[in-house]
């Protein structure tokens, strides 16, 4: 009998572990942990979305004549790790050997790699074949590159693939539209609701079960609102082809008070978990876009963002790991401020985006960059800190796609492995794209006196203190220039309200 497990981010019908399945002798393996819902201090919607769609994907499968053993949070024997629960079934079923499929996150595949001595029986850890990049194919693209940039592996993605070409061309003429892409909301446009999702009886006893069982974390059960089955993720799909993406493209950086989920997708997490594909995605996008029903600057947009970055990450964290979570460029030391874990804060761009944050699990890709990330950099908060934050409080984060997001774009902390330059900013960059500083307690324009913008000051403040690390680099020459022109006594003020500021972190 062959044992076949199952991990909570793997819940795709296409799973290699499963392709040549035999429902009449073979058993799958699903099993809830507390090691997997510790392992950080997971948001509350995180640790209920991937039960609800490990018990749903359990239903599946049992409906489909497949035996499955699934093991509870909750059931008294459960020994709440991976490793227990795998040794358990295998003696208590009496397996021959174990399937499964490579994992997301370089400590799973430690553990995996040491089942088969453990167990005793032997152990098939097959490729995850659900992405449309592999991993030797990355490795290959990335051997004896001195620069490892996302737009080149894109295009070589859209090369393979077919993804929005016209013959060996892009469609349009160009790659990429980005600089088409960065409009702020307009004060009238209200963006359409996402869809809504019924909660079932499944997905009530799980949220039950969560709020008893980690009363503490960060983050709030109430806005649950996530696909937790394949059909709601085809349904989540459907409804942002229709309704947002058409806008996507225009609106994607930007930022808006009371505007949580703008012309996104939130595709993320039924992306990451397993519920949906890449490749189809990708190509219902396309068939807007070849249909008339979406514009070109969004489609590519989008489709940037799964075939480009998704994939990207994903090779860059399996390629450098696991000294890739240890690097830090920049030196930083300074814990989390508590204002990341809900403290008050009078800044009201870091207000919202944490606001958003704590409610649903949720901010969009430049409220993570731009926003908290931007902050965390100019901060100089230790990358360890600012990684398990974002790893614990979004409901898509899984290390693999977190950590060189977090490490490489937000914080720097990479050196320039993923970004040529540190994505740092002053609140103009914010001012820009949102609205949020007009009812702010902070005036954006100002970088030293008692209203001063935080971001300000704590932007030049970094510039100065890493002005010789970033010497040659020639894409930080301008704010170095602008730094090598400024009056003594100004940079002097702005470095001391930094001090002030960061020291009153404390």
């Keep these: 009998m062959t044992l076949r497990l199952v991990l909570g981010d793997q819940l795709s019908r296409s799973l290699s572990a499963l392709e040549d399945l035999d429902p009449a002798t073979d058993t799958v393996l699903l099993a809830e942990v507390m090691g997997e819902c510790e392992y950080v201090p997971h948001h509350p919607q995180k640790i209920a979305l991937v039960l609800s769609a490990m018990r749903h994907f359990a239903q599946a499968l049992t409906a489909r004549g497949v035996q499955v053993r699934h093991v509870a949070l909750d059931d008294p024997a459960n020994r709440q790790t991976l490793s227990g629960e795998l040794a358990r079934a295998v003696a208590e079923l009496g397996a021959e050997r174990v399937v ?30 659900r992405f449309l990049c592999s991993l030797p194919w990355f490795r290959q693209w990335a051997a004896g590159r001195k620069q490892l940039r996302m737009e080149f592996f894109y295009r070589e993605m859209r090369r393979a693939t077919g993804l929005l070409m016209e013959g060996d061309q892009p469609a349009g003429g160009q790659w990429n539209f980005d600089a088409e892409n960065r409009r702020a909301l307009p004060r009238d446009l209200v963006p359409p609701a996402p869809p809504r ?94 249909a008339g029903a979406a514009p070109l600057n969004a489609v590519e947009g989008f489709i940037r963002q799964v075939l480009g970055w998704r994939e990207y990450v994903r090779g860059l964290y399996w390629l450098h790991m696991p000294g890739y979570a240890g690097l830090n460029a920049l030196e930083a030391t300074r814990p989390l401020p508590a204002m990341y874990w809900g403290a008050p804060t009078t800044m009201a761009c870091m207000r919202a985006a944490i606001g958003q944050t704590r409610d649903l699990a949720y901010a969009h890709h430049i409220q993570r960059l731009m926003v908290t990330g931007n902050f965390a950099l100019l901060a100089g908060v230790a990358p360890a800190a600012i990684n398990e934050w974002y790893l614990a409080v979004y409901a898509d984060a899984f290390e693999w796609v977190e950590l060189p997001n977090t490490h490489g774009m937000a914080i720097w902390a990479d050196g320039g492995i993923m970004a040529s330059k540190p994505y740092a900013a002053s609140g103009a960059y914010i001012n820009r794209m949102s609205d949020h500083c007009r009812g702010c307690a902070h005036d954006v324009k100002a970088a030293t006196g008692p209203k001063a913008c935080p971001f300000n000051f704590l932007y030049w403040d970094f510039i100065a203190r890493h002005a010789e690390r970033f010497r040659g680099n020639p894409r930080m020459a301008m704010p170095l220039a602008t730094l090598g022109k400024m009056d003594a006594g100004k940079l002097a003020a702005m470095r001391g309200e930094a001090a002030r500021f960061l020291e009153g972190l404390a």
């Excluded at 499964?100 to 995850?128: F, K």
């Design 100 to 129: 499964c499929t490579a994992p997301g996150e370089w400590r799973v595949q430690q553990a995996m790699e040491g089942w088969e001595a453990a167990l005793g029986v032997p152990v098939e850890i097959r490729a995850d074949t």
């Design 197 to 290: 999702f019924a909660q079932d009886a499944i997905t009530c006893e799980v949220l039950a079960l969560v709020a008893g069982r980690f009363p503490a974390n960060f983050g709030s059960l109430d806005g649950f609102n996530w696909p937790v089955t394949a059909k709601d993720a085809q349904a989540a799909l459907k409804h942002f082809v229709a309704t947002r993406l058409a806008q996507f493209g225009d609106y994607q950086d930007a930022m808006a008070e009371g505007q949580a989920t703008l012309f996104h997708s939130l595709l993320s997490t039924s992306l990451n978990l397993g519920l949906l594909l890449p490749r189809e995605v990708c190509e219902a996008a396309e068939a807007a876009y070849r």
